[in-house]
C-alpha cells in the first residue's frame, strides 16, 4: 500500500513540476544568438559561471551547465532520500537526525574550545567565556548522543512548541500591521489564521510534530523532484 502510494505520489510530483523545470532546451554547443545570453545570464545568477555574457555556448557555458546539472541531481536525489526516510521511517529517520546534530555539538565545540585555548590574542574574558560556553555545548551534545530517543523526542516537541510560537507572533504581528495592507480583511484573517494554528500546535504538540514530520517529508519529495526535473533539462543542453 504504501509503495503504490508512493509511486502514485512521485508520478504525480514529476507531472506538476516538469511545467515549472527551467526549460532551455534546443541549445547545442557552438550556438549563439539571445536564448544563448539568457542561459548565460542565469547561470551567472546561480554563481556558476564567470565568462563573459557572449551570447556563444562555449566550452565554459558547457562546464557550467554541467556543474548545475550535477548539484541539481545531487540535492534532488538527497532531499528525495530524506523525504521518503520521514515519511515512511519517521522514527528512525528523528534519530538518525538527532545523532547528527549530537557530534555536529560535540566537533564543532570542541574545535572552537581548542581555538579559545591555544590563541594567545584573544582576550581572557572572551576566552574564559568561549571556554566555558563550548564545555556545555560539548555536554549537551554528549547528553543527546547517550540519549537519543529522549532527545529526539524532546528536539521535536521544542521545534514545534517554537514553530506554534512563531505562528503567534506572526499572527500578532498582521493584525496589528493591517491598517498598512492594501486589504486589511486579508491581513487579519490570516493573522487570526495563524494565531489558530500557533494555539492549535500548543494544544496538541504530539499530534502537531507528527504532522511536522509528514509536512517535511512531502516538501523534501517536492523539492527533491523539482531538482532532478531541473537536472534533466539542463542536461539536454549538452551533447
Known sequence: MKRGLLLALLALLICCTAAYAENTAGLQFGDTGDEVLRLQTRLKELEYYNGPLSGT???VTRKAVKAVRWIYAITGILALVAGIALLFAPAKSLVFLTTVLGFYFVITAAI???TAVFEPLLPTGWRVTSIISNLLI????VIILRNQAFSTATLTTLVVVVA???WIVEGVMS???SELSSNRALAILSGALSIIAGMFVFIYPLWSAKMLVIFSGAALLVFGVTLIVR???FGKLVH
Open 57 to 59: 555556448f562555449a566550452e
Open 112 to 114: 572552537r574550545l581548542f
Open 138 to 141: 560539548i555536554l549537551g551534545g
Open 164 to 166: 506554534g510560537f512563531g
Open 175 to 177: 493584525i496589528l500591521e
Open 231 to 233: 537536472a534533466i533539462q
